[in-house]
T-cell receptor
Framework: DAGVIQSPRHEVTEMGQEVTLRCKPI?????LFWYRQTMMRGLELLIY????????DSGMPEDRFSAKMPNASFSTLKIQPSEPRDSAVYFC???????????FGSGTQLSVL | SQQGEEDPQALSIQEGENATMNCSYK?????LQWYRQNSGRGLVHLIL?????REKHSGRLRVTLDTSKKSSSLLITASRAADTASYFC??????????FGKGTLLTVNP
């Protein structure tokens, strides 16, 4: 298995633009998590899905953030409009059984100018 | 705010020495996990210890858990240059959320 695949690897955009981050979880994993990592705040859980259904989105910072999982093999995290304070590394992770062992993608380094 | 807090924030040792990192958490947990992150990469799961366990070993890793003190430690024995990375503890509760600390940056000098 190729592991959790995220794209793009790097994204540079201007303030106000829409940004879409993509994630392909490991086949057979029922849980998918989106995390954001910054130096100041560390790793923050944004949202997680179980069987494609969003279970907890309390970590989504604002209405500018939205996430979808249309099927078991694909998820997106969208920021519209983007702001400089959204600059961070965004990780997608998946697991078989909730939180016992997460497999992380390589992340998307987002820079909003 | 992050529930887990690692100590120290940074640790520099020589190859062959042991490295010990500590973690504290605030609320009750089902398990405590440790992850490693190499620069520019995603996190990799190292080891999990359940709330009813006190010690666990995996290769050169030894993890302890003290639920009365809400703390855990990760010991890496006979460190290698390849162990250079950031190490994070993550506490798992009953709400299916895994909360990460801010990490310990370990540097192993050849």
């Amino acid at each position: 298995d190729a592991g959790v695949i995220q794209s793009p690897r790097h994204e540079v955009t201007e303030m106000g633009q829409e940004v879409t981050l993509r994630c392909k979880p490991i086949s057979g994993h029922d849980y998918l998590f989106w995390y954001r990592q910054t130096m100041m705040r560390g790793l923050e859980l944004l949202i997680y899905f179980n069987n494609n259904v969003p279970i907890d989105d309390s970590g989504m910072p604002e209405d500018r953030f939205s996430a979808k999982m249309p099927n078991a093999s694909f998820s997106t995290l969208k920021i519209q409009p983007s702001e400089p304070r959204d600059s961070a590394v965004y990780f997608c992770a998946s697991s078989w059984d909730g939180i016992e062992k997460l497999f992380f993608g390589s992340g998307t380094q987002l820079s909003v100018l | 705010s992050q529930q887990g807090e690692e100590d120290p924030q940074a640790l520099s040792i020589q190859e062959g020495e042991n490295a010990t990192m500590n973690c504290s958490y605030k609320t009750s947990i089902n398990n405590l996990q440790w992850y490693r992150q190499n620069s520019g990469r995603g996190l990799v799961h190292l080891i999990l210890i359940r709330s009813n366990e006190r010690e666990k070993h995996s290769g050169r890793l030894r993890v302890t858990l003290d639920t009365s003190k809400k703390s855990s430690s990760l010991l890496i024995t006979a460190s290698r240059a390849a162990d250079t990375a950031s190490y994070f503890c993550a506490s798992g509760g009953s709400n299916y959320k895994l909360t990460f600390g801010k990490g310990t940056l370990l540097t192993v000098n050849p």
